[in-house]
């Protein structure tokens, strides 16, 4: 019956028993028997206490490996987005870098050339106003000097007129200076052109110093804007690159973690994973065995089987 079990469940317990069976005394092999008996119930005991302890130990490194790989694939998300990010506000920052640059040579550009139209206008008024101002002494001297002339061609009529009333009828008419009319308007139109040179450039000035007022406003308001935004990236920069640098140490910190559940397992698969039967298996093959040698012992001992 024994070499028959052993057959049918491949049992090399069976089979020691069995060749025990045909060799020794009766007595000797119910005590083998027995001993074998329990022997395969304190196995049973004991893998069935190490079959806790595995699932127990399988359970809690499966958790772990799970909750650490999600964990780094989370960090890793975050470590690939706070990078992108952190290069896209570098970009930015640079890009206001620069315009703020532009602001400024554009502000140096616009003074310069503001200064120099503002020097070139307050001369063409100071040289408009001088001119004027020569024009002006030099009407007077001529209408006091054709004044004079005709005073003395009057004067002259009246002393001919006085001496010989013939002659007088041959005397021209009071001497007013032939050209006079005609330099004296000149020097008016001249007068009139400075005049209307001051006006105009004061009005040019004027409207060229409020323009670059409107532009030194607008352009300092655009910088201040630029400034602020790019205060803000930079916080925002650093304040990125600094849990950059922490989840870069979560992710290192993780992944070892991660690496000893790993090696771990490893190590639980020889005894608890890759055992050749499965623990169901092997229970019910041991059951098959003690039962096996409970019957021979009933046969032995010569009991009603």
């Known amino acids: 019956m024994l070499q028959q079990r052993a057959s049918r469940f491949n049992s090399q317990i069976l089979s020691m028993v069995a060749n025990s069976v045909a060799e020794d005394p009766f007595t000797k092999v119910k005590k083998m028997i027995k001993d074998l008996i329990v022997k395969l119930m304190e196995e049973a005991n004991e893998e069935a206490e190490h079959k806790g ?7 809690t490194n499966k958790q772990t490996r799970d909750s650490k790989t999600d964990e780094a694939d989370a960090l890793k998300a975050e470590v690939e ?13 640079t890009e ?6 532009d602001i400024d040579g554009n502000i140096a550009a616009a003074t310069a050339d503001r200064d120099s139209e503002k020097a070139k206008n307050s001369q063409t008024l100071i040289d408009s106003k001088n001119a004027q101002q020569a024009v002006a002494q030099a009407l007077a001297v001529l209408k006091d000097f054709y004044a004079k002339a005709a005073e003395s061609t009057s004067l002259a009529q009246e002393d001919m007129e006085t001496e010989s009333p013939q002659s007088f009828a041959q005397v021209a008419e009071p001497y007013t200076g032939q050209s006079s009319g005609g330099v004296i308007g000149m020097l008016e139109v001249v007068e009139s052109d400075f005049a209307r040179l001051e006006s105009d450039t004061a009005a040019a000035e004027s409207e060229s110093q409020r323009a670059f007022d409107d532009f030194m406003a607008d352009s300092q308001k655009d910088k201040a804007v630029k400034g602020t935004d790019s205060k803000h990236k930079s916080s925002t920069k650093q ?3 600094s849990a950059l640098a922490s989840a870069k140490k979560d992710l290192r910190g993780t992944s070892e973690e991660l690496e000893a559940a790993m090696t771990y397992f490893e190590k639980l698969k020889p005894s608890c994973v890759d055992a050749g039967q499965s623990y169901e298996e092997r229970v019910q093959r041991r059951k098959e065995e003690i039962e096996s040698l409970q019957e021979a012992l009933k046969m032995l001992a010569g009991e009603d089987i």
């Open 239 to 241: 304040a990125k690159e």
């Open 81 to 93: 987005q706070l990078t992108a990010d952190i290069a896209k506000l570098t970009s930015e920052i």
């Open 53 to 59: 302890w595995c699932d127990s130990e399988l359970s």
């Open 96 to 101: 206001l870098s620069k315009e703020m640059a």
